[in-house]
């Protein structure tokens, strides 16, 4: 079976990855970034020329590139067709993409295929960070939770981890990507039924893994 699943759902720049990776580390769990599938398709759409805004000209393509997420929580890797694509994956032109190229049902249902395959490869269990796994990708999941953080606490983050100097343009960016992923009408941003909701903007980092550690720790 697919053992113990973990969902983590949130707005842009919440602290999901650094949470997520540092709860799986402390639970001895796997971990996987959906975030960086969709990063990871958006990539290669760009690469290969695709508009991005033409909902029908990402469809017919979507089925092309493979992507194949690693998921060690201490050293997470993602590729497209057997390349690295961590680092580019990060670019602006990605950040700009990635929001419209997910909201395409095609490319939901193709990355969802390959998120249900990597849980259910996951032995002991797994936590899973995105935007609709605990509505969608894992709905039966014991234990779900919804970060958030105030849009100046998550800029401020954010800027720092990929050393941006405008912190206003990472705003209105995370913003933006929110505006849109709330929005969409299939699978959006949603508190999942049973989500646990933690506002970060209070917590430090270990707080708030220590907070999730609890969470599962009583479900076991
Ligand atoms: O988590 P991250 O910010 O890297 O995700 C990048 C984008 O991928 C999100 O803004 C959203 O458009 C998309 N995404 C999604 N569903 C997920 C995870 C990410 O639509 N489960």
């Known amino acids: 079976g697919p053992g113990l699943v973990v969902a983590i759902d949130g707005t842009s ?8 990776r540092g709860v799986a580390t402390r639970l001895g769990l796997r971990y996987l970034d959906t975030g960086a599938m969709f990063r990871a398709m958006t990539w290669w759409m760009l690469q290969h020329g695709v508009d991005v805004h033409d909902p ?9 590139p493979s992507i194949a997420s690693g998921t060690d929580p201490q050293a997470p890797t ?11 994956i990060r670019s602006d032109a990605v950040n700009a993409a990635v929001s419209p190229v997910s909201a395409v ?3 939901r249902s193709r990355l969802l295929r390959l998120q249900r395959e990597v849980i259910a490869a996951a032995g002991d269990g797994i936590v899973v960070e995105g935007r609709d796994i605990g509505s969608v990708v894992a709905p039966d999941a014991p234990v779900k939770v919804y970060l ?23 705003r209105e960016s995370l913003l933006a990507r929110d505006r849109i992923d709330s929005g969409r009408a299939t699978a959006p941003l949603v508190m999942a039924d049973g989500a646990v909701h933690i506002d970060t903007t209070p917590y430090s980092l270990d707080e708030v893994i220590g907070l999730v550690v609890d969470l599962v720790e009583a479900v076991e």
């Open 105 to 107: 049902p095609a490319v």
């Open 78 to 88: 993602i590729a497209v067709d057997d390349a690295d694509v961590a680092g580019p």
């Open 13 to 20: 720049g919440s602290g999901k990855s650094s949470t997520s």
């Open 148 to 170: 958030s953080a105030d849009p100046a606490a998550r800029a401020a983050r954010r800027a720092a981890e990929v050393g941006a100097a405008d912190v206003a343009a990472t």
């Open 56 to 64: 029908a000209a990402v469809a017919a393509r979507v089925e092309e």
